[in-house]
């Protein structure tokens, strides 16, 4: 299995560390990505990491995830509640496949508390702020060194 990763992010995370500080906290996306590509480094897989506020280009993304046999880490933000061509080009992913959201959604308003993505999902990080990212990739790690099972919803759904 390939050891490319990509860390896929939704609409809006490009205003991270400036929107809604009190629920997302004043971490930058590009302070998040450094960490991502420190730790990915560390843990010897190759970081894809990459925003849009396009579901287009979101599926475009998972597409070539998908060609390149890559994990996927994913916080589709808004695209979380919605996004049926995001959700049936996820379920193309047969890498490992961690959803991720900066806080905690099922705490969240009825709005934004159920994401349609996490049937596809091996696992979901919720509700521990930008750390989700890193916890994600060690996940993802492990699952690649085939330590971590896959989930039982994850591989029904597939």
Known sequence: MSRAVFVLNGPNLNMLGRR????????????????????ANELDLVCEFRQTNSEAVMVDWIQEAFDKNAAVIINPAGLS???????????????PLVEVH????HARDELHRHSIMSTVANGVIAGLGVEGYLLALRAVCTRLSERWPTSLAASASR
């Open 102 to 105: 900066i806080s905690n959604i």
């Open 81 to 95: 509640f919605n996004s049926i061509p995001v959700l049936d080009a996820l379920k193309l992913i047969k890498a």
């Open 20 to 39: 809604e500080p009190e629920i997302y906290g004043t971490t930058t996306l590009q302070q998040v990505q450094q960490s991502c590509e420190q730790l």
